[in-house]
């Protein structure tokens, strides 16, 4: 959450309308209703034998837990990098969602399995004291849904926890139409079809903050960004003969990085072209953090060929003699034959 300027021959900040002091407030504000509330419901769902009532005293546990986990992980990211932690401990908050995730996914399959024990032979259900429970687990839900959208979402871990939030809103008015029903026609299955509910929500939630905080460990490039786009894009700029070994990836949510080799013609100027292809990266892809290595054409083993030889797919093995001989991915030229 905290996020700080980093200098790669030029200078760059991250603005946030939000402060992680702020978010750490509107965290705790939210835990401490939750857990308050989650303790209540667990006594009622235990007397009123509401297994909707328990699976969502069980969410609100997840709820509570992702809320501690985004807390603690904020508190790490806020670290300054030192020793072998060169990006310091920022992506903690990444593991927190993935955790999140996790916790989601295992709940929903106990809670699925119980659900359809229930369904085959239903208990007596208090259809009452149930609803009573979900409509004010709904106004519960709601302020907390509201003290976290007033958090910077744009982390990957508040985002973990505001999803968490608003599943368990959704599974509360599952709750209460499922204690209205019970209440009014004696239909005691409804209880079970709500936490089914519940569960399908949790599920969903959790397979995205999965997926997303992995995408993120594996290094993939952010969401929105085609990275072959961007290396013809780069590629197509003055004085740019060559773009390869380009990697865009994600130190943290909201954090991209990006590093390159760029072979500009001789004669043309390194630092001039530098600085033009990070205002291209800042400015429409929103890059701040940007390590690219230029070279001249026929500088440091790099091909005098490149100027001679057309630009064709795959380049072999002539063309990339004695330079980055284990470059990654694809190499990106101007002109139409662009890969």
Known sequence: MTEHAHSHGHSHSHAHGVSPDADRRWLRAALILLTAYMAVEVVIGVVAQSLALISDAAHMLTDAVSIVLALIAMRLAARPARGGFTYGLKRAEILSAQANGITLLLL???????????????????????????????????????????????????????????TDLFGFVATAVAGLVVLTTGFERADAIASLVVVALMLRAGTGLVRESGRIFMEAA????????????????????????????????????????????????????????????SGEYGITHATLQVDHVGEQGAPDELLTLSPRPGPGPEQRAGHCEDAHGPVHRPGPHRH
Do not use: F, M
């Open 222 to 281: 952010p969401a929105g960004i085609d990275p072959d786009a961007l290396g013809d894009h780069l590629a197509a700029a003055d004085e740019v003969v060559e773009v390869h070994d380009l990697h865009i990836w994600l130190i943290t949510s909201g954090q991209p990085a990006l590093s390159a080799h760029i072979l500009v013609a001789p004669g043309g100027d390194c630092h001039k072209v530098r600085r033009s292809l990070q205002e291209l990266l």
């Open 108 to 166: 929903s399959v106990w809670l699925a399995y119980e659900a359809v024990e229930r369904l085959i032979s239903p208990p007596k259900v208090t259809g009452g004291l149930v609803l009573i429970t979900a409509l004010a687990g709904i106004v519960v839900n709601l302020i907390c849904t509201w003290l976290l959208s007033k958090a910077n979402r744009s982390s990957l871990n508040v985002e973990g926890a505001y999803q968490h939030i608003l």
